[in-house]
């Protein structure tokens, strides 16, 4: 078999195979290679004697540290030939952490908590970072080797276990991937080549513009086909895009939503790219053929921002613009809050407006609560720690109802107890106190003490955000978790709520009183002091019959008339 890797403008190159090393020959662009049996190996650059793990390895099961090992993709017996994907409009997200959803924190204990999803009614299941990063317990955003599956969630065969039972359950599933940076502990690229440009806020950044760069943007753009075609992924979420410099004339992000579109095509199953970013710029979800990136969605934390000031009444930090009169208003009409103003946060003019006659809702996800706005809080608390359970379950009415695409973070269709906290695990005791002291001071720039934020690195913190399951059977959680069921159900029941049309889409805010206006339905909800009349016509849902749970003028309706 041939050992290969990109080490341009070295002296030598060797590689040790099952503990031999070999010289190897350098070829055309950089690449060297050496054709030698055997199944672990590393590399030696140079006259460093520092054995280096393979930048593409397929497989890392002693860790980033340790050596690659030859893994073949093809040699997994897959069950799902007859799965042919979903589409991402009109369907409704689920995300979870592989660490945490089940109590063993592995790809087969998820895959027995996958008939909940359905039952639920969610189309796609959204894993946060499997990618090999170091220390065993981890949110996977840390990553360091980008086609290796994490070993301790059960490595590259698990994973794909787990896609091939939720093909199986008609579940789609979408995975976390990082390319904006690298993580602080085991990032070797640089030692073969020109990986790097510089640094962002969260670790080494990708150079995808600079000289040397071209194989970098390979580098990437291989890793993102890899997931979706080796492992059946069906869409990508791509984390912090904001952060991902590039000044070439064809975004990264363009060239990948290229890629990707003709792997489609091959494939024969819709794939998708869906963004995180903080730019509130409508290009990157406008076609190509309009002028944009051509990507299929984006997260929208404004859609976040102006929800949960709606709900819990929270101005602090990026929240305060999100206090204005109508916030909940401007945001659920235009997906953007800001959009070419201001904003007090950054101190400067933020935004673009979107076309609302020609760019659909579903290209926007909206949530009550993620990953990042619940575990960037000191304590890691939900929104159920905050407000009632009528509160909580008006934000997901107006979620389920909007035109929005809808993303549900685990656990919280039951109201979870469970927080979900910031943990790490890095074994060494000077990174591992840089994380601790980094985390303290970010906190402390919102507001809380150092004794509100929980060490990272204590494992009491990771087993802390493990969800219980049997709260799913306590007859408080159990009402919250039908309401979610039949929020969903009627959303595929009547088109009118699923109707992504912003142009056809206004909404009503009088302080606490917010009405959507949905074709022939309505929705009233109600948190204010004043008793509010629902409108006539026949009520399909409503918060008054969750028992003992939700008391006026805590309420929502669904009225069809």
Known sequence: ???SVWAPGKSRVRVRVDGEIHAMVEEAGGWWRADVTGADYSFFVDDDETPLPDPRSLRQPDGVFGPSQVYDHTSFEWSDQAWTGRALPGSVLYEL????FTPEGTFDSAIGKLDHLVDLGVDFVEVMPVNSFDGTTGWGYDGVLWGAVHEPYGGPDG???????????????????????????????DRFGPYFAGRNLWGPALNVTGPGSDEVRRYVLDNALMWLRDFHVDALRLDAIHAILDTRATHLLEE?????????????????????????????????????????????????????????????????????????????????????????????????????AVTPGHRFLCFLQN???????????????????GVLLCGAA????????????????????TPWQFFASFPDPELAEAVRTGRRREFAEHGWGESEVPDPMDPATAVRSRLDWSEVDDPAHASVLSTYKALIALRREHPELSDPRLDAFSVEQDDRVVILHRGRIQLVCNLGTTDVPHPAGEVLLSSQGVRDLVVPPENFAIVAR
């Not at 952490?97 to 945490?100: E, P």
């Not at 990953?371 to 359970?389: L, Y």
Request: glycine content about 8%.
């Open 1 to 3: 078999m041939t050992f």
């Open 97 to 100: 952490h592989i660490g945490t």
């Open 159 to 189: 994973f794909k276990r787990f896609v091939d039972a939720a093909h199986a359950r008609g579940l789609g599933v979408v995975l976390d991937v990082v390319y904006n940076h690298m993580g602080p502990s085991g990032a070797f690229l």
């Open 256 to 356: 990948m939503a290229q890629e990707v579109d003709a792997l489609a095509v091959a494939v024969r199953r819709p794939l998708s790219l869906i963004a995180e970013s903080d730019l509130n710029d409508p290009r990157h979800v406008t076609p190509r053929a309009a002028g944009g990136y051509g990507l299929a969605a984006q997260w929208c934390d404004d859609l976040h921002h102006a929800l949960h000031v709606f709900l819990t009444g929270e101005t602090q930090g990026y929240y305060k613009d999100f206090g204005a009169p109508n916030a909940l208003k401007t945001a659920l009409e235009n997906a953007f809050f800001h959009a070419g103003t201001w904003s007090s946060f950054r101190e400067r003019t933020h935004g673009r407006p979107i076309d609302k």
């Open 371 to 389: 990953h990042d706005q619940i575990g960037n809080r000191a304590q890691g608390d939900r929104m159920s720690a905050t407000v009632s359970p």
């Open 398 to 417: 107006i979620m389920f109802c909007s035109p929005y695409t809808p993303m549900v973070f685990m656990g919280e269709e039951w109201a979870a107890s």
